[in-house]
């Protein structure tokens, strides 16, 4: 039987550059006409949050499939007990994961899998199982936005210019690189600083894993760099979400940063990650 969703769905922007909250019952959210009517949503808002939908690592699975192809850029966190495979928990929690250096990264802006060999996956997917006790709160920033209001002068001066990214750059300052999984180092990712996608919007990439400018001596290339990522994490673009048991979020990670906020590393917080692949490739 088909489902009308439209009737079914309340949608509440946060602010116009970014996000709105959902009001779905599980039922409709997991029908097979919901993932479409979410995707034009993503188009618009690039971040949805759903509160206390309470998907099971199955449901989210399911609607993750729903919405295109599943990956796992990560792979699974050794020691991790989640349900199902391609769900990625992400926690401090030292029983479960033995690399809590990546989840100290996400702390800061970045996009996921910008510095992996794929191209970059297309939606992400949280859903909150532990919420944090205190801090541990997500920000998403639109980075179409960032772009398009920057001054067109400044607009003609950044086009063209590459920048080199690497999971150094996220990481550094937070552990000795030294002892860094080999298996994880060493590999640069040269993108341009203005991804054109390929409907003709574009996006600003920047992000904690953003390293160096091409062509440009290091000093200058960082301080623009920082620049820019202060530039689009400002208040207008960005949203802050504040986790309950159960809240459910999706963005559009080719168009949006996100960082989580801090919080204690003997907290119990733990969310559940899949993630739908991308079909662009930076260009
Ligand atoms: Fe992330």
Not at 33 to 54: M, R
Not at 151 to 173: F, Q
């Amino acid at each position: 039987m088909s489902v009308d969703v439209e009737p079914r769905v309340k949608v509440e922007p946060i602010k116009p550059s970014i996000g709105a909250v959902v009001q779905i019952d599980k039922e409709t959210f997991l029908s097979e006409e919901f993932p479409a009517k979410c995707a034009e949503l993503l188009d618009k808002h690039t971040a949805l949050l759903f509160p206390e939908l309470g998907l099971t690592d199955a449901e989210q699975l399911a609607f993750t499939d729903r919405m295109g192809e599943r990956i796992n850029f990560t792979g699974t966190v050794p020691g991790g007990d989640v349900s199902a495979e391609d769900v990625y928990m992400i926690t401090l929690k030292q029983d479960v994961n033995a690399e809590p250096e990546y989840v100290w990264g996400s702390m800061f802006w970045h996009g996921d899998g910008i510095v992996s060999d794929i191209a970059p996956p297309k939606y992400t997917m949280l859903s909150c199982n532990t919420p944090p006790e205190k801090g541990g709160q997500t920000e998403f920033a639109n980075a179409f936005a960032a772009w398009e209001i920057l001054p067109e002068e400044e607009k003609r001066e950044l086009e063209g210019l590459r920048v080199v990214h690497n999971l150094e750059a996220g990481l550094r300052g937070l552990m000795d690189l030294e002892n860094m999984n080999p298996a994880k180092t060493g590999m640069n990712h040269e993108h341009p600083l203005v991804w054109t996608h390929e409907d003709g919007r574009k996006s600003l990439l920047v992000g904690q894993h953003a390293d160096t400018v091409v062509g440009m001596p290091r000093p200058q290339g960082r301080a623009l760099l920082t620049r820019l990522q202060e530039w689009a994490g400002q208040p207008d673009f960005v949203i802050r979400h504040t986790w309950n048991k159960g809240d459910f979020a999706i963005w559009d990670n080719t168009g949006a940063l996100h960082r989580a906020l801090p919080y204690a590393e003997e907290s119990k917080r733990e969310m559940h990650r899949t993630t739908v692949a991308g079909y662009e490739e930076i260009s």
